[in-house]
C-alpha cells in the first residue's frame, strides 16, 4: 500500500501550471447566480459519511462471542467545488476515495450528512422522481476501461446506451450522428462505432468510456482513477482529452487519483485524505509548494522532483491502520513524527488555517 505512491516514476506530465486549467474559462453562470454575488458551488457535500457493517453472519456472532463491527470508509467528509473546477482527492489506497465517488454518483446512500448538487438535496432527488435527470447531470468514469465496457456491444451500442435509457433520441439515424460526434470528441474516429471493445488499446477504451459518459450532456463528472489502469505514455493524452473537454463544456470534476504526479496536472485544489477523512484542502498550487499537514508532506517526499532523476526521495513511511480498529485521536499518528499526547487522545479538526482547511494539532499549536 505505501508502495503506491513510492519509488522511481517515470513522470511524463509537464510541471503543476503548464496546461493548468486557467481560471479564466468563459463560462455560463451557475443558475441562481446574480452579477456580484457568489452563488453556492456546483456540488457541495456536507459531513457525509457511509459505514459498511462487515460483521459475521448473526448465528457465528452469537456462538463466537464476537461484536458487531463497523467500518467507517467515509467519516464525516466536506467540500464543494465550484463549476467548471476540479477538485481532486488523493490518498493511499483504502482511505475512502472511491466510496465518496459512489456517494456522489447515487451508488451508496450516505450513513450520515448530505450531498448537494446544483442546490438540490441529491440523495432525496436519487430516491424519488428526480432521479433520471439528476443521473444524466452526473456521470462516473471509472478506473478499468476493460471492466466497464460491455465486450459483447459494439461502441455504437456502447455510447448510445445512455442515450435510448434517457430518451434523448428520435431514432436510429440520430443515434449513429450523435455517437459519431461524441467519438470525436474524444479523438476517435466515427468509423470507430462499428468495432467492439477488444479492437482497441487501454487509453482509446477509456476515451469510450469517457464519450459514453459525455453522452447525456453531464455537467458533473466523477472520475475514479481514470488513468491509474493505464500506460504511463498514455496517460497524459487521456487527462489532457479530459482537460480539453472540461473547457470546451464547462465540466466541473471530482478526479480521485493516488497518483500526485496526476493530480498536479488536471486539478484546481486538492483533498487529502487519510482513513476515511479529509485531512488538508487547499488550491493546488499552495499544497505543492507549502504542504500543511504531515501526512501531505509524507505524500510528496515521495514523489519524484519534476527534472530530477526519476528517484524517489523518501518512501511513504508505515502502513494505513486497520480501518476496523482505527487508532484513538489522530488517525494518522502512529506514522506522525510530530505526534505528542495529545494527538493520541484527541481528533483534530479540520480548521480553516492560512488560506487552506487542515486536520493537525502540530499546525494548529504553530508546532510545525
Ligand atoms: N462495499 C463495501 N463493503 C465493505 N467495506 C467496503 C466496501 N467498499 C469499501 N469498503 C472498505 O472501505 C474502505 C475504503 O474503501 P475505498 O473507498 O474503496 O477506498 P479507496 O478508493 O481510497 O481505495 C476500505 O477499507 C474498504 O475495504
Ligand atoms: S495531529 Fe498530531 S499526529 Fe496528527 S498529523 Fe498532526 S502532529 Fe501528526
Ligand atoms: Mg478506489
Redesign the pocket.
Known sequence: MSGVLAGPHPNPLPPAGEGVIPGSVSLPLPSGERAGVRAAALVEATDLA?T???SAPWLNRVLERKPRQL?H??DGVSFSIEQGQTLALV????????????LLVGL?EPTRGSFHFDGQDAHAAFRGAQAQPLRRRIQMIFQDPYASLNPRWKVADIVGEPLQEHGLLSGRGELRDRVGELLQSVGLSPLDMAKYPHQFSGGQRQRISIARALATHPEFLVC??PTSALDVSVQAQVLNIMKDLQRQRGLTYLF?S?NLAVVRHVSDRVGV?YL?RLVEVADKRQLFAHPRHPYTRMLLDAIPKIHDTGRARTPVQGEVPN??DPPTGCAFNPRCPHANGRCRVERPALLEIGGMRVACHAVEEGRI
Open positions: 457511509k459498511f457493517d462487515v467500518l470508509a467515509v490518498g493511499e489506497s483504502g482511505c475512502g476515495k472511491s466510496t465518496v465517488a459512489r451508496y475514479d482513477e480521485i493516488h485524505m476515511g480501518p476496523l
